[in-house]
């Protein structure tokens, strides 16, 4: 039933059992190395390949050269290269389960798309037939009702209300559409009843071209080159040529026997052989991963933590990344003539009968603005205008992001007219997420750049910025603007992007590492290799100090795994390093590896 001892010694039975592990790991290896050759920029595959090959044919030459004798023992280490394949194999596994855990599919885009549109029919507007969004031509006269999707680009021709695209535009506060106004596939209808007549098919609409963009900057975003691989990159040909020196010079110089030089020779190879090497990055990135994973943070590539802990820009989009989408009254502008208590209270009544999500949260966070001395009538509201009353005192009252008057330079997105006469301008911002401040202080202590990257207006942008304490703002920018950013910071370094909205995708897509929200679209999901459960902007600082700790760990763990090879190496080329020592020496420097990197797991994330 078991496996005797001197069965588990025998050469050709270590050779039958690793043999199928040498296959598996030659094909997956193999050809990445190749490729890395082919481009001139030799990876950590190529080491592993050389490394596992090496160990291979030296326990191959051994057991020919001594098989029968006792002697055969010191030359068999098929289970070296094995043992190398196998862990870094297990590594990449655990990778591809952590990007299952997210949305990692760009066909999650057709949530952004209608099931089902409403088409109009030209005999009579109250008819309408259910069609699929793949049906939708250029001119048909679609309809959409309070909380649907806009099925498609187009122009309001009959109808009036509120849309919501701020995941498109980054415009914060719903907009109002009234006939005549264009809308954008995908984005939500707040309130009121649109007949919109399309002029894009599903092929040419804004949707479309922000999922070609996506497409382009992920074929355009360069490769990231991993510290191993760099490393490699030099390491790999210095190793084949000390190899080669080796033979040379005991074979020609010192007159040692062929098939001792060339056991001295593949010795350099198997004792270099990336077994740390190999474990160095992996073993570490799978506790980084770990350890992200219980702080709720997904990491969907393993490269993404060492390329955020090495950025040096991080950009942030602003709502629903730096804000959380609760509109709040952030500044009331009055005219010194008013008395401030009746005009507060004026706007808390009227705004009390309104649905509007800005309405709405007035209502619910202004409760102090309540006059019990107001009484008003003939309320009524004018979709996608404002709302009218009167008072009291007969006074004509209206409240409305549409100026039907002049202003008298009062600042606001909301204005109060009474008797046709502006009082007051209510200025609306999206609250700005807890912590905010806090987070950037952090990100400038540690020397990276904060840059804010939004579709919405200037002035709000540099209020935000001026909160929160971000250095740079770039405002009102397009999908295709927001490429052009990144773009200009990836010259000065790796730059790391966070956003939540459709049109954040293809930005998200170009930076060297990107983060987005699980409550973000499905697209700002599917084009960030970092992912925060949780929506505390306090989450990201935890972020990218596990992404530190794991990156200083992995130069760490390579600084052992080279310091053996430093000693280890002249030792082996000179015939000094006998292979059981060699193999005991491996196992200590692999122990040292993979125990710096179960530290990691237990080091404390600093506040």
């Known amino acids: 039933m078991f496996i005797s001892w001197p069965l588990l010694h025998n050469p050709i039975f270590q ?77 990449n596994l655990l990778e591809k389960r952590a ?156 007159d040692i026997s062929f098939s001792d030089s060339l056991l001295r020779s593949v010795a350099v190879l198997v004792i270099s052989c990336p077994c740390a090497m190999g474990l160095a990055t992996p073993t570490a990135v799978m506790v980084g991963i770990g350890k992200a994973g219980k702080n709720g943070i997904l990491v969907k590539q393993a490269s993404a933590l060492e390329e955020f802990a090495k950025t040096k820009n991080i950009i942030f989009d602003k709502t629903g ?52 001395n107001i009484t008003l009538r003939e309320i009524a509201e004018r979709k996608g205008l404002g709302i009218s009353a009167k008072d009291q005192n007969n006074d004509y009252w209206f409240l409305g992001s549409v100026k039907t008057g002049d202003t008298k330079s009062l600042k606001g997105n909301l204005f109060l007219f009474r008797n046709k006469e502006c009082v007051a301008g209510i200025s609306i911002a999206d609250k700005v997420k807890d912590h905010a401040a806090e987070v950037m202080k952090y990100f400038s202590q540690q020397e990276i750049d904060t840059i804010l990257l939004s579709g919405d207006t200037l002035e709000k942008c540099n209020t935000l910025a001026q909160i929160a304490g971000l250095q740079e703002v770039f405002a009102a920018a397009s999908p295709d603007k927001k490429l052009e950013v990144i773009d200009a910071f ?51 600082q935890k ?15 390579l600084f052992w795994a080279f310091a053996y090879n430093i000693v280890a190496i002249p030792l082996a080329a000179a015939g000094f390093l006998y292979p059981m020592v060699a193999a005991a020496s491996m196992a200590f420097s692999d122990v040292v590896v993979i125990g710096n990197a179960i530290r990691l797991r237990f080091t404390k994330i600093e506040d």
Do not use: C
């Open 15 to 91: 050779l039958v059992l690793s043999l199928p592990v040498y296959v598996v790991g030659f094909a997956f290896f193999g050809r990445s190395a190749y490729h890395s050759v082919k481009n001139g920029v030799p990876n950590m595959d190529v080491l592993i390949f050389i490394g596992s090959l090496s160990a291979f044919i030296y326990s191959i030459v051994g057991m020919t050269l001594f098989f029968g004798s006792h002697e055969v023992y010191k030359y068999l280490f098929f289970e070296t290269g094995t043992t190398i394949i196998t862990l870094v194999l297990l590594g």
């Open 99 to 254: 990007v299952k855990q997210t949305t990692g599919d760009i066909t999650a885009l057709q949530k952004l798309k209608s099931e089902k549109v409403k088409l109009v029919h030209k005999s009579a507007e109250a008819n309408y037939t259910e069609i699929s969004y793949e049906e939708i031509k250029k001119g048909d006269l679609l309809f959409a009702a309070a909380g649907d999707k806009i099925p498609m680009d187009g122009i309001i021709e009959k109808g009036e209300g509120f849309v919501d695209e701020s995941m498109v535009t980054g415009e914060s506060i719903t907009i109002s559409k009234s006939v005549g106004s264009t809308v954008i596939g995908g984005t939500i209808l707040e309130d009121g009843n649109l007949f919109v007549r399309a002029t894009s098919n599903p092929k040419s609409s804004i949707l479309s071209g922000i999922i070609e963009l996506v497409k382009k900057a992920q074929a355009d975003k360069p490769a990231i080159q991993k510290l191993a691989d760099d490393i490699s990159a030099i390491f790999v040909p210095l190793v084949i040529v000390i190899a080669a020196l080796a033979f040379a010079i005991n074979y020609f110089a010192f």
């Open 321 to 372: 990344t730096l804000t959380d989408g609760h509109f709040a009254v952030s500044d009331i502008d009055i005219s010194a003539t008013e008395n401030e208590q009746y005009i507060k209270g004026i706007i808390f009544i009227i705004e009390q009968h309104s649905s509007h999500p800005i309405a709405v949260s007035i209502f619910n966070s202004q409760k102090d603005w309540l006059a019990p």
């Open 490 to 540: 990836a010259k000065k370094g790796s730059v790391a992007m966070v956003g939540d909205g459709i049109n954040d995708a293809p930005a998200l897509s170009k930076a060297s590492v990107a983060v987005s929200f699980s409550n973000a679209t499905a697209i700002a999901q599917q084009s960030a290799q970092i992912v925060l459960m949780n929506p505390d902007i306090k989450t990201l």
């Open 543 to 557: 972020a990218h100090i596990i992404a530190r700790q794991t990156y200083k760990t992995i130069k760490q763990n």
